[in-house]
């Protein structure tokens, strides 16, 4: 099973010049900023490259001004969204073919599901290496039962089960982290 | 009964794929290029003939001066030239 250090310690850690809990932290964003820049803003790749690659390095920069280590998500989020204004605002992004394309304001359903994917991906972390594995090769990457087969050395014809049972450990590693979410059918932040 | 059905999970993390490698790479090598970024800085900052052949064009004036012109040197180099 994969450790999972908190956020917060990872940000301590890149303050006092730890590498590898930067390459770490960087890992655990990348995925969230690049989703709040191609589909919370609907950036063509050039354009969210641009973005990304800014968003690290204000990140890097700016860690000391982090007053609360806790508050690294929504801070991340924060600066995504400011720097995908900015690369709108400068006029850079590549024209837009299709009208129905242009998104002059960030998709909010799509940046509040992108935050509700980022708790699933975070408790996916609480499930075995071969659980995350699958899951995330299935719906993430999109890949088929045969090369998940192939890649993890498995039947192919038992990832489909295997699917499913990870899903049921996923929902109840979900639960346990928010149970009034779970017994309300609402949704409550942990 | 749960939020949480299979529909619901797969879709979420469906809504999350990575980020293409190469740019998750160039970001995890920014710790790297903060000893050669101070450097180019120092000495843009003493020498006006090179700041300004950085500013005309900073890969080629990198390259001359035997840095690596990597993206993140690069666009480190043109936020700082960009805030100065």
Same mark, same amino acid.
């Given at each position: 099973?994969?450790?999972?250090?908190?956020? &917060?310690?990872?940000?301590?850690?890149?303050?006092? #010049?730890?590498?590898?809990?930067?390459?770490?932290?960087?890992?655990?964003?990348?995925?969230?900023?690049?989703? +709040?820049?191609?589909?919370?803003?609907?950036?063509?790749?050039?354009?969210?490259?641009?973005?990304?690659?800014?968003?690290?390095?204000?990140?890097?920069?700016?860690?000391?001004?982090?007053?609360?280590?806790?508050?690294? =998500?929504?801070?991340?989020? =924060?600066?995504?969204?400011?720097?995908?204004?900015?690369?709108?605002?400068?006029?850079?992004?590549?024209?837009?073919?299709?009208?129905?394309?242009?998104?002059?304001?960030?998709?909010?359903? &799509?940046?509040?599901?992108?935050?509700?994917?980022?708790?699933?991906?975070? &408790?996916?972390?609480?499930?075995?290496?071969?659980?995350?594995?699958?899951?995330?090769?299935?719906?993430?990457?999109?890949?088929?039962?045969?090369?998940?087969?192939?890649?993890?050395?498995?039947?192919?014809?038992?990832?489909?089960?295997? +699917?499913?049972?990870?899903?049921?450990?996923?929902?109840?590693?979900?639960?346990?982290?928010?149970?009034?979410? &779970?017994?309300? #059918?609402?949704?409550?932040?942990? | 009964?749960?939020?949480?059905?299979?529909?619901?999970?797969?879709?979420?993390?469906?809504?999350?794929?990575?980020?293409?490698?190469?740019?998750?790479?160039? %970001?995890?090598?920014?710790?790297? $290029?903060?000893?050669?970024?101070? %450097?180019? $800085?120092?000495?843009?900052?003493?020498?006006?003939?090179?700041?300004?052949?950085?500013?005309?064009?900073?890969?080629?004036?990198?390259?001359?001066?035997?840095?690596?012109?990597?993206?993140?040197?690069?666009?480190?180099?043109?936020?700082?030239?960009?805030?100065?």
């Amino acid at each position: 099973m994969a450790q999972t250090v908190p956020a &917060a310690q990872l940000v301590a850690r890149c303050r006092a #010049g730890d590498e590898g809990a930067w390459a770490e932290l960087v890992e655990r964003f990348s995925r969230y900023v690049y989703a +709040i820049a191609t589909q919370g803003f609907r950036l063509r790749d050039h354009d969210a490259e641009d973005v990304f690659q800014e968003v690290f390095a204000k990140v890097y920069e700016r860690l000391d001004s982090l007053r609360n280590d806790e508050a690294i =998500q929504p801070w991340i989020a =924060q600066l995504t969204r400011r720097v995908c204004l900015d690369k709108l605002r400068s006029g850079s992004r590549e024209e837009i073919t299709d009208e129905s394309e242009l998104a002059v304001d960030p998709d909010e359903d &799509a940046i509040a599901r992108i935050d509700d994917a980022l708790d699933v991906h975070e &408790a996916m972390r609480g499930l075995s290496d071969n659980c995350r594995e699958i899951l995330d090769r299935f719906f993430a990457r999109d890949e088929t039962y045969r090369t998940i087969g192939d890649e993890l050395e498995l039947p192919a014809g038992t990832i489909a089960s295997r +699917i499913s049972r990870c899903l049921v450990k996923l929902r109840d590693e979900l639960e346990g982290r928010n149970p009034l979410a &779970a017994e309300s #059918g609402g949704q409550v932040n942990v | 009964m749960s939020t949480y059905d299979e529909d619901r999970l797969s879709g979420l993390i469906a809504a999350l794929p990575p980020a293409p490698e190469g740019w998750v790479l160039a %970001a995890q090598e920014l710790p790297f $290029v903060r000893t050669e970024l101070d %450097a180019v $800085v120092a000495k843009a900052e003493a020498d006006d003939e090179f700041r300004r052949a950085l500013i005309a064009d900073l890969e080629a004036t990198l390259a001359r001066e035997g840095y690596e012109p990597e993206r993140p040197l690069v666009d480190a180099l043109r936020r700082h030239f960009a805030d100065s």
